[in-house]
């Protein structure tokens, strides 16, 4: 790895830290763009030499279901049979199948169907079998609103022009037991525990047996991605490892695990001897895998965070209808801040809360930095 290169991976762990804090409070795919290629950018915010933090050790425990309150709004539309929005021709909203897929098809019907009553339109919700397809859904006008993950954003935004309308704000840090919040010694960001961020972070982890203490320990080991397609289970630690100057395809036994819970689960298991998920899969309510695993937060435990990267959103189509738009938004505001709407919408992907924010406040900074590093974002969906 050449000197100029390294330098600049270094200075990125300054940079992504100072330039995302300064921005704001705390269907069947066609043509799929590329994968980042193993060389692509930011490095880790964490010192290879940090040691692992004890494990958590309670399990989260099950919450009681708050029925929505779904009454229609004062701007409620009645659209004609065969327009979009009828129940004819309904309003498609697209997720990215980041966590369980049976969880997200509960929880996205769950908030389609109170978004219908209070809207008086009619929404189908679509789970792509891909972070791809979830962005050519979009773009081959298969849906009209999505929850893309961040890097799918940047795609989908160069490639199909798709518009942002809100970016997820999350509590900062993992929750033992379900609603105590707490952050690891040795993040950077440890004192942001318990607020309301607009970004979050790769958590890397291992089984107590493996020896793993370090990220540079993992060289050799069998590790387990998310997918290609992800953020901060795939396209992050993968650049992380290069900026490191570890192959991750010829250093490490990389796979794909197939999704977050999937990583953490083949690492409990003992199929990969290290992984990578979003910060904190493991103790994540919704995904909840301490119920399926009881000695799950035993077994596994974390010893290193990434970078900063922001978080996740709403996305519409370019043309949407505004004043369908202005509604949707009215109408998610009114589910966030229904403690029984929050608690569906909090079900799909873990949102606590949403902040209006366009492209430009979050994203373009976050694909400028990649950018610098060598991932252009513009050249990837042309290949």
Same mark, same amino acid.
């Given at each position: 790895?050449?000197?100029?290169?390294?330098?600049?991976?270094?200075?990125?762990?300054?940079?992504?830290?100072?330039?995302?804090?300064?921005?704001?409070?705390?269907?069947? *795919? !066609?043509? =799929? @763009? /590329? +994968?980042? &290629?193993? #060389? %692509?950018?930011?490095?880790?915010?964490?010192? *290879? !030499?940090? =040691? @692992? /933090? +004890?494990? &958590?050790? #309670? %399990?989260?425990?099950?919450?009681?279901?708050? *029925?929505?309150?779904?009454?229609?709004?004062?701007?409620?539309?009645?659209?004609?049979?065969?327009?979009?929005?009828?129940?004819?021709?309904?309003?498609?909203?697209?997720?990215?199948?980041?966590?369980?897929?049976?969880?997200?098809?509960?929880?996205?019907?769950?908030?389609?169907?109170?978004?219908?009553?209070?809207?008086?339109?009619?929404?189908?919700?679509?789970?792509?079998?891909?972070?791809?397809?979830?962005?050519?859904?979009?773009?081959?006008?298969?849906?009209?609103?999505?929850?893309?993950?961040?890097?799918?954003?940047?795609?989908?935004?160069?490639?199909?022009?798709?518009?942002?309308?809100?970016?997820?704000?999350?509590?900062?840090?993992?929750?033992?037991?379900?609603?105590?919040?707490?952050?690891?010694?040795?993040?950077?960001?440890?004192?942001?525990?318990?607020?309301?961020?607009?970004?979050?972070?790769?958590?890397?982890?291992?089984?107590?047996?493996?020896?793993?203490?370090?990220?540079?320990?993992?060289?050799?080991?069998?590790?387990?991605?998310?997918?290609?397609?992800?953020?901060?289970?795939?396209?992050?630690?993968?650049?992380?490892?290069?900026?490191?100057?570890?192959?991750?395809?010829?250093?490490?036994?990389?796979?794909?695990?197939?999704?977050?819970?999937?990583?953490?689960?083949?690492?409990?298991?003992?199929?990969?001897?290290?992984?990578?998920?979003?910060?904190?899969?493991?103790?994540?309510?919704?995904?909840?895998?301490?119920?399926?695993?009881?000695?799950?937060?035993?077994?596994?435990?974390?010893?290193?965070?990434?970078?900063?990267?922001?978080?996740?959103?709403?996305?519409?189509?370019?043309?949407?209808?505004?004043?369908?738009?202005?509604?949707?938004?009215?109408?998610?505001?009114?589910?966030?801040?229904?403690?029984?709407?929050?608690?569906?919408?909090?079900?799909?992907?873990?949102?606590?809360?949403?902040?209006?924010?366009?492209?430009?406040?979050?994203?373009?900074?976050?694909?400028?930095?990649?950018?610098?590093?060598?991932?252009?974002?513009?050249?990837?969906?042309?290949?």
């Amino acid at each position: 790895m050449n000197k100029r290169l390294s330098f600049s991976l270094a200075a990125l762990i300054v940079v992504f830290s100072i330039a995302l804090s300064a921005c704001g409070p705390a269907a069947t *795919p !066609t043509e =799929a @763009p /590329t +994968a980042v &290629p193993p #060389t %692509a950018v930011p490095p880790t915010s964490v010192p *290879p !030499t940090v =040691a @692992p /933090t +004890a494990a &958590p050790t #309670t %399990a989260p425990a099950k919450p009681t279901p708050i *029925p929505p309150v779904c009454n229609a709004l004062p701007n409620a539309m009645s659209p004609k049979a065969g327009s979009l929005g009828a129940s004819d021709n309904p309003i498609v909203i697209v997720f990215v199948p980041s966590v369980d897929v049976s969880k997200i098809t509960t929880g996205g019907q769950a908030m389609a169907d109170c978004l219908g009553k209070m809207t008086g339109l009619t929404f189908k919700i679509l789970v792509g079998t891909s972070e791809n397809a979830a962005i050519e859904a979009m773009g081959g006008g298969k849906a009209q609103i999505g929850f893309l993950n961040t890097f799918s954003v940047l795609l989908a935004h160069e490639k199909y022009n798709v518009d942002v309308e809100l970016v997820a704000q999350r509590k900062y840090g993992y929750q033992n037991p379900v609603g105590t919040y707490h952050t690891f010694d040795f993040d950077p960001d440890k004192d942001l525990v318990g607020q309301l961020e607009p970004f979050y972070k790769p958590e890397f982890f291992t089984r107590a047996d493996t020896g793993i203490k370090t990220l540079a320990d993992i060289k050799g080991h069998s590790f387990c991605f998310t997918s290609a397609g992800s953020t901060s289970g795939g396209v992050i630690p993968r650049a992380m490892f290069q900026g490191m100057g570890i192959n991750p395809d010829t250093d490490m036994k990389s796979t794909f695990a197939g999704g977050h819970p999937q990583s953490a689960t083949a690492v409990y298991q003992g199929t990969c001897d290290a992984g990578v998920a979003f910060m904190d899969i493991l103790t994540d309510p919704p995904t909840n895998l301490v119920g399926k695993f009881p000695d799950l937060l035993q077994k596994v435990q974390v010893f290193a965070v990434g970078p900063r990267i922001p978080n996740d959103g709403v996305q519409f189509v370019q043309n949407f209808d505004p004043n369908m738009k202005a509604l949707f938004l009215d109408a998610v505001t009114a589910m966030e801040a229904d403690p029984g709407g929050n608690a569906v919408v909090y079900s799909i992907y873990a949102y606590n809360g949403f902040e209006k924010a366009g492209y430009d406040k979050y994203y373009a900074p976050f694909e400028d930095l990649l950018k610098k590093a060598g991932v252009d974002v513009s050249k990837l969906v042309k290949q």
